[in-house]
């Protein structure tokens, strides 16, 4: 009997211990994402225009921080990058891309 529970557990196990920063984006900040353009520069595995997701994440920066950041970039932070270009995006939305890409530091 225990074997049949052995497989279950250990999936269970491994959904629960899979790292935050899952290359999978959730779907409701990949819809703003999309929305607001920023996927056509960033991306969670490799550089595109811009830094990956969480190259940008291991940077630390607060959620505050961010939002700021997508308002008003600030190019020297990246070196060997093209500036981004600011980037108007609707409060509560920008809020849950900062608060998403705050989640994604390991
Ligand atoms: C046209 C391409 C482009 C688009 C669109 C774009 N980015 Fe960027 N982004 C970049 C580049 C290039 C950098 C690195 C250079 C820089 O910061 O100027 C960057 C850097 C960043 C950084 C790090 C800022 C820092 O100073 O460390 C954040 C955060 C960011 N982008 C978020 C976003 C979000 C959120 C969106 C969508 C609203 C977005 N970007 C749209 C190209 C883009």
Wanted: proline share 10%; charged share 20%.
């Amino acid at each position: 009997m225990t074997k049949f529970l052995i497989l279950p557990l250990a999936l269970i196990f491994l959904a629960a211990f899979t790292p935050a920063n899952d290359p999978s984006i959730p779907a409701d900040v990949q819809a703003l994402l999309d929305k607001n353009g920023c996927a056509a520069c960033h991306a969670m595995g490799r550089k595109l225009v811009g830094p990956a997701w969480p190259e940008i994440a291991a940077k630390g920066y607060s959620k505050k921080k961010i939002a700021s950041l997508v308002a008003k970039p600030e190019p020297s932070n990246w070196p060997g990058y093209v500036p981004m270009v600011a980037q108007k995006v609707p409060k509560a939305e920008m809020d849950k891309i900062a608060t998403w890409l705050v989640s994604l530091k390991k």
